[in-house]
């Protein structure tokens, strides 16, 4: 089976910074794109930014020039560096991976359980 667990939520005062890490386990055969996604409370859940293997990456305009995503092919590790933080970034953020765990099997999309973030001072 397949889990992704993310981690590095927390509380932060406005204009400070956390990273989020996602890291991705079991029996795996490739991962294609990941993401982050948030959703706070009373609203539906929205993208935050995507990055394919190959490192391209996509971003809501909200976040851009504060928010940064990365990962790690070799540790299956998807991280959002997040700076100048805003109360409306309040959250909490899920990851997400499109892989597949044979060669040839179908692509499918997993989630994370989410870590909240909370900017308030």
């Known amino acids: 089976q397949v889990q992704l667990v993310e981690s590095g939520g927390g509380l932060v005062q406005p204009g400070g910074s956390l990273r989020l890490s996602c890291a991705a386990s079991?029996?795996?055969?490739?991962?294609?794109?990941m993401g982050w996604f948030r959703q706070a409370p009373g609203k539906q859940r929205e993208l935050v930014a995507t990055i394919t293997y190959g490192g391209s990456t996509n971003y809501v305009d909200s976040v851009k020039g504060r928010i940064t995503i990365s990962r790690d092919n070799a540790k299956n590790t998807v991280y959002l560096q997040m700076n100048s933080l805003k109360p409306e970034d309040t959250a909490v953020y899920y990851c997400n991976a499109d892989l597949r765990v044979r060669e040839y099997g179908p692509w499918r999309i997993y989630w994370g359980q989410g870590t909240q973030v909370t900017v308030s001072s």
């Open positions: 079991g029996s795996i055969f490739s991962i294609n794109a």
